[in-house]
């Protein structure tokens, strides 16, 4: 069954704490991307790679870290530089011949 | 950067009705544009998008229409029906032929069918 899978699905953290986010897809996929998205706004990025041992910074890239060893997993670390980190985490992936991309069911956090 | 407006924020209409919601982009070097669906807690689901060569695209009751001039694109849902019900976003990205950026979103519409 292709698709992109995260998880969990809720995650719960004490402020001060490191988490991170899974991201998973067997969809062959080169590209990955993480957003961020708050009640009521659109999704912001976060971070991107198109290829695997290389990312680049979104537009809200402070208190995030990525990495990308393999191509189909994309991991997010929340740092607790993240002041507001409480939100619902969505990523993607798309082919690099194609210009869709594809979201996966996403993770909400909440950090108190 | 690209900065994305999109109106309404919330749309009701009668079951049945059409349904527009409208979206501007500030970036001229922009050339893809998609839509998605997200239903309450879950990911959103693209829906239908159009490249800026290309005006317009239709997929069976949903279509979109681009004016790359006026930088403004936007959704067109006929026939309307309560499944249609949930918070639609334009994006807007530039893809080369080495891959696409990011997504640059707009805040959403909900969209309520009346029944």
């Known amino acids: 069954d292709g698709g992109i899978t995260q998880s969990p699905k809720y995650l719960f953290r004490k402020e001060g704490q490191n988490v991170t986010l899974s991201c998973e897809q067997n969809l062959n996929h080169d590209a990955m991307y993480w957003y961020r998205q708050d009640p009521g706004q659109g999704l912001r990025l976060i971070y991107y790679?198109?290829?695997?041992?290389?990312?680049q910074k979104g537009d809200i890239a402070e208190g995030y870290s990525v990495s990308r060893e393999k191509k189909e997993s994309f991991p997010l670390t929340v740092t607790s530089a993240q002041k507001n980190p409480t939100a619902f985490y969505l990523c993607?992936?798309?082919?690099?011949?194609?210009?869709?991309?594809?979201f996966g069911p996403g993770t909400r956090l909440t950090v108190t | 950067g690209e900065n994305v407006e999109q109106h309404p924020s919330t749309l009701s209409v009668q079951e049945g009705d059409s349904a527009v919601i409208k979206c501007t982009y500030s970036?001229?070097?922009?050339?893809?544009f998609p839509w998605y669906k997200q239903e309450l807690g879950k990911g959103p689901q693209l829906i239908i998008d159009i490249r800026s060569n290309v005006g317009e695209k239709k997929d069976q009751r949903i279509a979109v229409t681009l004016n790359k001039t006026a930088k403004h694109f936007s959704l067109h849902i006929t026939e309307t029906q309560p499944e249609d019900s949930a918070v639609y976003f334009c994006?807007?990205?530039?893809?080369?032929?080495?891959?696409?950026?990011?997504?640059?979103f707009g805040k959403g519409t909900h969209l309520i069918i009346q029944p």
């Open positions: 790679s198109q290829i695997v041992n290389d990312f």
């Open positions: 970036d001229s070097a922009s050339n893809y």
């Open positions: 994006a807007a990205s530039i893809y080369s032929g080495g891959g696409a950026d990011g997504l640059t």
């Open positions: 993607a992936s798309s082919a690099t011949s194609r210009w869709e991309q594809y």
